[in-house]
Nanobody
């Protein structure tokens, strides 16, 4: 089992920045991919970015250049730096950890961007 705890969400004005963190605990040695997804009201959950244990990155095309994912394997933590935030970035952001064949999800953290 893997437990994920997200933090760092909140309310920010358009153009501002936030940094999300997701700390993993439990059977963590087997985690390969960690990532962030988001779900806006009335919409499906979508990929934001993922990073493998080896550092391979994958971003949603629309977010490249504004969002940066990083990972500290020693701390079992993944981060999401979000810059130049827009109102359309408002969503619940979820952390995901994959240790094949299992996926684990955090509870989510709300990010609200005001115009």
């Amino acid at each position: 089992q893997v437990q994920l705890e997200e933090s760092g969400g909140g309310l920010v004005q358009a153009g501002g920045s936030l940094r999300l963190s997701c700390a993993a605990s439990g059977i963590i040695f087997s985690i390969d991919i960690m990532g962030w997804y988001r779900q806006a009201p009335g919409k499906q959950r979508e990929l934001v970015a993922t990073i493998t244990r080896g550092g391979r990155l994958n971003y949603a095309d629309s977010l490249k250049g504004r969002f940066t994912i990083s990972r500290d394997n020693a701390k079992n933590t993944v981060y999401l730096q979000m810059n130049s935030l827009k109102p359309e970035d408002t969503a619940v952001y979820y952390c995901r950890a994959t240790t094949a064949p299992y996926d684990y999800w955090g509870q989510g953290t709300q990010v609200t961007v005001s115009s």
